[in-house]
């Protein structure tokens, strides 16, 4: 069974950082591209940034290009989100989803990916 949990988020300061993770089981890390998604109330659930879990290589949607970084340790089966220079519009739910991936472009809308966590939230006041 695929599990998927995240855990890291809380409230946190304008400016400030938050590292993300999410710890996979259930499948083998190397096949999959691991995405994390944010959801803001009354917003539609937008695809953050992306790992391959075969060779790391990684996306990220325009907005947090430079503040955040996506890496993972295929160790843990874990995959992490640092999250600095935090904005007041990064406040959302966080959710990590998985997906089986052959490499050939980026999943970055909600759909292509089959398996979700929880979520966790994140608020950032100013």
């Known amino acids: 069974e695929v599990q998927l949990v995240e855990s890291g988020g809380g409230l946190v300061q304008a400016g400030g950082s938050l590292r993300l993770s999410c710890a996979a089981s259930?499948?083998?890390?190397?096949?999959?591209?691991i995405g994390w998604f944010r959801q803001a109330p009354g917003k539609e659930r937008e695809g953050v940034s992306s790992i391959s879990g075969a060779d790391g290589s990684t996306y990220y949607v325009d907005s947090v290009k430079g503040r955040f970084t996506i890496s993972s340790d295929n160790t843990k089966n874990t995959v992490y989100l640092q999250m600095n220079s935090l904005k007041p519009e990064d406040t959302a739910d966080y959710y990590c989803a998985a997906s089986p991936w052959d490499g050939s472009g980026w999943y970055t809308e909600p759909y292509e990916y089959n398996y979700w966590g929880q979520g966790t939230q994140v608020t950032v006041s100013s």
């Open positions: 259930g499948f083998t890390f190397d096949d999959y591209a």
